[in-house]
Each structure stands twice: as C-alpha cells, then as structure tokens.
C-alpha cells in the first residue's frame, strides 16, 4: 500500500511542510529512516535525527521548530506521537485481518458464529459459544462452553477463555492469555488444603487489551471484572472478584490479590504488588516495584516504594538511607564521647 503526504496530511488533519507528493509505502523509526518510509518526532532530544534521516515523510509536533533545513517533507500536526499511533491502527486494520474457518478447526454445532470471522488451525469453540461478527480466533485458541467473544475482538495463538466467560467488543488478548480459570481459593485442614470452588466467571468488557500470558481468574461468586478500556501489560495476574475500573494500565508483572476494587484512570508501573480486598481510588499512579498493602483514599495520589507511600516522602526517606552509613558512624562517634565523659 502506497499514500502521499498530502493522504496522510487529510487524514491527520495536518500542514504540510515540503512535497505533498512524497510517497510512503512503510514505516521507520526516525534515526533507522529509509526511503519511502514514515518516522515520527514528538520529542526534542531526537531532533538531530530529523536532519539526518532517509525517511521520506516525518510527522512532527507542532512544538517542535526545526533548527536546520529539513531533506523531508514534514507533516506538522498537534502530538505526532498520537498521529503516528492512529495511522499505525489504521495500517494493521488494512492489512492484518485473515477469514474463513480452517479444516482442523473444532467447533460445536449448537456455537453461534458470525460474520466475516476467522478461525484458525485447532481452535476449539464449544457449546453454548457465541463468537461476533469480525472476530479472530488464530491457532490454538479455546473458547469453552457457553462464553461470549464480542464483535471486532482478536485473541492471538493459545489463548484460552475458560466456560461462561464474557469478552467484550474491539478487545484484543494475546497470546497464552488466561480468562477465567480458577481463582486461588484453598481452605487450610488438618490434612493439607481444600480446594474451595470458583463458579462465578470473568467479564472483560470492550476495548480492553491484555498482554502475553497474563490471567484473570473467575471470582469464586459472582464475577471478576475489567473495565472498558483497561490495558495490562504482559505477565499481569488479576485474582478472583477484582474490579479494574475503566482505562487503567498495568505494567509488566503487577499482580493483583483477591477481592480488590481499582478506580478508573489508574496507572502502575512494573512489579506493583496490591493486597486484597482493598480499594485504589481513582487516577492513583503507583511506581514500580510498589507494595501497596492497604486502601488508597484519595484520588490522583502518586505512590512508591514497599510499603507504598507518597512519592515525594519516598524521595525524602532514600536520601536518608543512602547516607545511613555515615550518620551511623557519627551516632557511634557521640557516643563513644558520651561514655568517655
């Protein structure tokens, strides 16, 4: 597929800065700039690529004034970060979307199947299924008894949505992707564990992606939900009867104990570790490696550290702990004074 900046220019709404018949038929990093390529600079401190790239077309802030002329033809537009995020969707919408049902493919006769679907080698859809219309099952994925896959949803290879599980419209699972297995309920005995049953499911609603190998497990009554719009990252686990509140993201490695409840807008960087049944309120960001061991009040707080605490006193509290060493050797100074006198 081949657009000229003038296409692009239309589509983003933006002003063109040199030739509007530069062709582009790919994409590049700004520094790894090629021929016939598009690059993006939203950030000042790559501008010295801008003058030195091979791309044909580069989508610029309008913050952004170059210092030197310019070999590209520039498309000047409000965040170019944004702009090159819609073009790269659009792109993937062009040219990603398989069809048709594969041979191998199990699929139960009382499923419902939409339109215009793809379902791939060895998946297994079962009773009871409901899969929407544009939806893409690549190979491998398991889509047990009586779940729901909604309209536009994609789950990549090996992802599996355990029975009586929802899914929700345009929601995109990765692969090895869990929704919906059992949540981690024991009861200690005398003679070891007992497993205590789950029979609730798990609700992901529309527009929410999750990435590689992480879990959501089924609420042991009732149901574990994410919320429209939530984002995780990959190796994310989110215990039974959570509640991720709309358009938060998860990092890398957060995990999510039992029964918590998460406000909208929240943001957690890798390896945050939040206890259970408590609840975060809204727009919380939280740093990496964070323990968050008890409920979070006020909305917009900004936390760190293990237990998690505000981030301004964090910054206070590892200052005084790098220089530990020296104030211990002057306490130990005074008090050697101390005893002589």
Same mark, same amino acid.
């Given at each position: 597929?081949?657009?000229?900046?003038?296409?692009?220019?239309?589509?983003?709404?933006?002003?063109?800065?040199?030739?509007? =018949?530069?062709?582009?038929?790919?994409?590049?990093?700004?520094?790894?700039?090629?021929?016939?390529?598009?690059?993006?600079?939203?950030?000042?401190?790559?501008?010295?690529?801008?003058?030195?790239?091979? +791309?044909?077309?580069?989508?610029?802030?309008?913050?952004?004034?170059?210092?030197? +002329?310019?070999?590209?033809? #520039?498309?000047?537009?409000?965040?170019?970060?944004?702009?090159?995020?819609?073009?790269?969707?659009?792109? *993937? *919408?062009?040219?990603?979307?398989?069809?048709? &049902?594969?041979?191998?493919?199990?699929?139960?006769?009382?499923?419902?199947?939409?339109?215009?679907?793809?379902?791939?080698?060895?998946?297994?859809?079962?009773?009871?299924?409901?899969?929407?219309?544009?939806?893409?099952?690549?190979?491998?994925?398991?889509?047990?008894?009586? %779940?729901?896959?909604?309209?536009? %949803? &994609? #789950?990549?290879?090996?992802? +599996?949505?355990?029975?009586?599980?929802?899914?929700?419209?345009?929601?995109?699972?990765?692969?090895?992707?869990?929704?919906? !297995?059992?949540?981690?309920?024991?009861?200690?005995?005398?003679?070891?564990?007992?497993? &205590?049953? *789950?029979?609730?499911? !798990?609700?992901?609603?529309?527009?929410?992606?999750?990435?590689?190998?992480?879990?959501?497990?089924?609420?042991?009554?009732?149901?574990?939900?994410?919320?429209?719009?939530?984002?995780?990252? =990959?190796?994310?686990?989110?215990?039974? =009867?959570?509640?991720? @509140?709309?358009?938060?993201?998860? %990092?890398? *490695?957060? @995990?999510?104990?039992?029964?918590?409840?998460?406000?909208?807008?929240?943001?957690?960087?890798?390896?945050? @570790?939040? !206890?259970?049944?408590?609840?975060?309120?809204?727009?919380?960001?939280?740093?990496?490696?964070?323990? &968050?061991?008890? +409920?979070?009040?006020?909305?917009?707080?900004?936390?760190?550290?293990?237990?998690?605490?505000?981030?301004?006193?964090?910054?206070?509290?590892?200052?005084?702990?790098?220089?530990?060493?020296?104030?211990?050797?002057?306490?130990?100074?005074?008090?050697?004074?101390?005893?002589?006198?």
């Amino acid at each position: 597929m081949e657009f000229s900046a003038e296409q692009i220019a239309q589509i983003l709404q933006g002003t063109i800065i040199g030739d509007p =018949n530069a062709k582009i038929s790919t994409f590049a990093k700004i520094e790894e700039g090629v021929p016939g390529a598009l690059s993006f600079l939203s950030d000042s401190r790559y501008e010295e690529y801008l003058y030195s790239t091979k +791309s044909s077309v580069v989508l610029i802030s309008q913050d952004i004034v170059p210092s030197q +002329s310019v070999g590209a033809t #520039l498309i000047k537009v409000p965040d170019a970060r944004e702009a090159i995020g819609r073009l790269l969707t659009i792109y *993937q *919408q062009a040219t990603a979307r398989r069809s048709g &049902i594969h041979p191998t493919a199990v699929i139960a006769e009382s499923a419902t199947v939409g339109e215009d679907v793809y379902i791939g080698p060895f998946v297994y859809v079962g009773e009871g299924v409901v899969i929407g219309n544009g939806v893409q099952l690549y190979s491998h994925v398991v889509v047990e008894e009586n %779940s729901k896959i909604g309209e536009g %949803s &994609i #789950l990549y290879p090996h992802v +599996s949505v355990y029975h009586d599980c929802v899914v929700g419209r345009n929601v995109i699972l990765h692969s090895g992707c869990c929704i919906g !297995a059992d949540g981690f309920g024991f009861a200690p005995t005398g003679e070891g564990y007992e497993k &205590i049953p *789950q029979i609730g499911n !798990a609700v992901i609603e529309d527009d929410v992606e999750i990435g590689a190998n992480s879990c959501v497990d089924r609420a042991v009554m009732g149901s574990t939900i994410v919320r429209r719009g939530v984002k995780l990252d =990959n190796l994310v686990q989110i215990a039974h =009867n959570c509640d991720i @509140g709309s358009n938060t993201v998860m %990092s890398a *490695q957060v @995990g999510v104990a039992g029964s918590t409840k998460i406000g909208q807008w929240c943001m957690f960087g890798g390896q945050v @570790g939040i !206890a259970g049944h408590i609840e975060v309120a809204d727009r919380t960001q939280s740093g990496a490696q964070a323990g &968050i061991a008890g +409920s979070v009040r006020k909305p917009g707080t900004v936390i760190i550290g293990s237990p998690a605490m505000d981030a301004r006193k964090f910054a206070r509290c590892t200052a005084v702990f790098k220089n530990l060493p020296e104030m211990f050797h002057d306490v130990n100074e005074l008090k050697q004074k101390s005893e002589k006198n």
